[in-house]
Nanobody, 118 residues
């Protein structure tokens, strides 16, 4: 079992910043991918950013240059620094953990709401 605990969501004005954190606990496999997805009302879930335990990153085009993902592997924690927030960033943000072995089980946090006012 793996548990993911997110924090850092909230309400912010456009142009502001938030920092999301996700701490994983339980039976963590050291080779994994951790990252963030988001889902806005009426839209499909989309990848925001992820980072492998080896340091490889991937970002959605819509957040490149504004968001930065980082990890502390010793603490099994992933962070998402969100700067220059836009109204369209408003969504529920979900932490995701996937181990890079077969079967590649996925685990999800409960979600944290990010609301950006215009």
């Amino acid at each position: 079992q793996v548990q993911l605990q997110e924090s850092g969501g909230g309400l912010v004005q456009a142009g502001g910043s938030l920092r999301l954190s996700c701490a994983a606990s339980g039976n963590i496999f050291r080779v994994n991918v951790m990252g963030w997805y988001r889902q806005a009302p009426g839209k499909q879930r989309e990848l925001v950013a992820h980072m492998t335990s080896g340091g490889s990153t991937n970002y959605a085009n819509s957040v490149k240059g504004r968001f930065t993902i980082s990890r502390d592997n010793a603490k099994n924690t992933v962070y998402l620094q969100m700067d220059s927030l836009k109204f369209e960033d408003t969504a529920v943000y979900y932490c995701n953990y996937r181990r890079l072995v077969v079967p590649s089980y996925d685990y999800w946090g409960q979600g944290t709401q990010v609301t950006v006012s215009s």
